[in-house]
């Protein structure tokens, strides 16, 4: 059975740091594309950053340069390292997989994991 376990998310003023992680199992997803999205209160979920097999990297335009998303082909897993939070980023953060980037960004077929609260204060 597939599952995504993820972690790290948690409490941070603004100007902070965290990093979340999303340990996959009952599957071997290097081939795979991975990411993140978010649900922010009161607003719909939105895509935040993906990850190819290959490694190349996409992001949306309003984390550019603050996150970096990264893979541990040998560890299964993906990361979201965040900085220079703001409170705009308090939202829940959602690991994905799926084929492709495209289809991980239209949300077709993807796997979900639970969701991890991440809350910035100022």
């Known amino acids: 059975q597939v599952q995504l376990v993820e972690s790290g998310g948690g409490l941070v003023q603004a100007g902070g740091s965290l990093r979340l992680s999303c340990a996959a199992s009952?599957?071997?997803?290097?081939?795979?594309?991975m990411g993140w999205f978010r649900r922010a209160p009161g607003q719909e979920r939105e895509f935040v950053a993906a990850?190819?097999?290959?490694?190349?990297?996409t992001y949306a335009d309003s984390v550019k340069g603050r996150f970096t998303i990264s893979r541990d082909n040998a560890k299964n897993t993906v990361y979201l390292q965040m900085n220079s939070l703001k409170p705009e980023d308090t939202a829940v953060y959602y690991c994905?997989?799926?084929?492709?980037?495209?289809?991980?960004?239209?949300?077709?077929?993807?796997?979900w994991g639970q969701g991890t609260q991440v809350t910035v204060s100022s």
């Open positions: 994905t997989v799926d084929f492709t980037i495209q289809q991980l960004r239209n949300e077709v077929g993807n796997i």
């Open positions: 009952g599957r071997t997803f290097s081939t795979y594309a």
């Open positions: 990850i190819s097999f290959s490694g190349a990297n």
